[in-house]
């Protein structure tokens, strides 16, 4: 499975951004998508992931603020981000992994086979 992420740029707090993950290869073995970040001399943090198509589950940092949808016939996962903040910038990253994964390890990065470029939000004050 291959990720391509899009959709990031630089934005005034308070504003909106949609990025997007296109997948292609071996879609149909895709269990669960993912949003993760990495912003300057930090880790990499779950952010939101959708599971079987339909189950969301978000970081506590980011609940209510944004969405994770995708589109099948598309293959593509989108979040959608609203009220971003200064602490919001990151590399965004999308990731996929293939077959079920117990929903307490949905966080985790290493439990995700495959991983996009990354695609750089950037939140002013």
């Known amino acids: 499975v291959q990720l391509q992420a899009s959709g990031g740029g630089l934005v005034q707090a308070g504003g909106s951004l949609r990025l997007s993950c296109v997948a292609s290869?071996?879609?149909?073995?895709?269990?669960?998508m993912a949003w993760f970040r990495q912003a300057p001399g930090k880790e990499r943090e779950f952010v939101s992931t959708?599971?079987?198509?339909?189950?969301?589950y978000y970081s506590d940092s980011v609940k209510g603020r944004f969405t994770i949808s995708g589109d099948n016939a598309k293959s593509t996962v989108y979040l959608e981000m609203n009220n971003l903040k200064p602490e919001d910038t990151a590399v965004y990253f999308c990731?996929?992994?293939?077959?079920?994964?117990?929903?307490?390890?949905?966080?985790?990065?290493?439990?995700?086979?495959?991983w996009g470029q990354g695609t750089l939000v950037t939140v002013s004050s």
């Open positions: 990731a996929a992994r293939a077959g079920r994964v117990v929903l307490s390890a949905i966080r985790m990065p290493h439990v995700y086979d495959n």
């Open positions: 290869g071996r879609t149909f073995s895709i269990y669960n």
């Open positions: 959708i599971r079987d198509g339909t189950h969301r």
